[in-house]
Structures are given as C-alpha cells and as structure tokens.
C-alpha cells in the first residue's frame, strides 16, 4: 500500500523508494493492462502508460491508490490514501517530528506548510514527494 513497498525504507534513497512504489503499480497495471487500468481507475491513460513504461515520479499519490484499488487483494483507494496519511503522521508522532523540520530536511522545495496539506490530503502528493518524506521519516525513527 505504498508504505509498505519495502521493509526497510530508511535505508533506501527517496529514488529507489519511489520506484519500488511504482514497482507495485507496475505489477497491478501488468495484472489488469493498461486500457483496462485507465478505465476502471479513472487515471488518465498517459499516466497509466507512465507507470507501466516507468519511471513516474510525478504520479499523483491519489492515482497511485486507485490503481492499487484494482487488485482485489487491496482495500479501496480511499482506504489506501487514509492509511497512508495515517502511516505518515503515527511516523511524525513517533519520530518527534515537525511539518517544518521534515521541510528543512528533504530536497522538495516546500513549506512546512505544503508539507503539511499534502500528508493531510489538502493538497496533491506526487509519489517522488512521497518518497523523500516516507524515507526521511522512516530515517529519523531509526536513530
């Protein structure tokens, strides 16, 4: 479900985790093909495509969900997403970690602010976005 793409995210570039994450869309979009992907996922085609054809860093983590929503073995991509802001802030509680600090430590480019609405879901998370917040969390809470 994302998250959990590997066992060990702290020892992996925020690369290498995003393109794990994109391994388990791979998988699904292979499963199913990508016509069939972009239909009952509502993803657009070229982004489906993206995924199957690699890399898609820019992939919204709400296209991601509803991809993986297509393997029966997964929940919704509602479920997806909520767990996954869950998983995001339990790491932020655990790690003592603020929206400012994970700003200041990833190279994105945003405000703790921005950091902030995209763990929360008020604004779009890109799946490269993901990564280099998943990894630094994961990261801080193994020290």
Known sequence: MLYDAVSDPAARSPPALREAYEEQLRAVVDDVGVEAAAAESGVDREA????????????????????????????????IVLELQDHLLMAMT???VD?????????????????????????????????????????????
């Open 99 to 143: 929206v400012d600090t994970i700003a200041s430590n990833v190279d994105l480019d945003l405000s703790g602010q921005e950091v902030q609405q995209a763990i929360e879901g008020r604004t779009s998370m890109t799946l490269a976005q993901l990564a280099a917040i998943q990894q630094y969390l994961a990261e801080r809470n193994d020290r």
């Open 48 to 79: 489906v495509e993206s995924v199957a054809d690699g890399p898609a860093p820019d992939l919204r983590v709400e296209d991601a969900a509803a991809l993986l929503a297509l393997d029966d073995g997964r929940p919704d991509a509602e479920t």
């Open 94 to 96: 655990t790690g003592v």
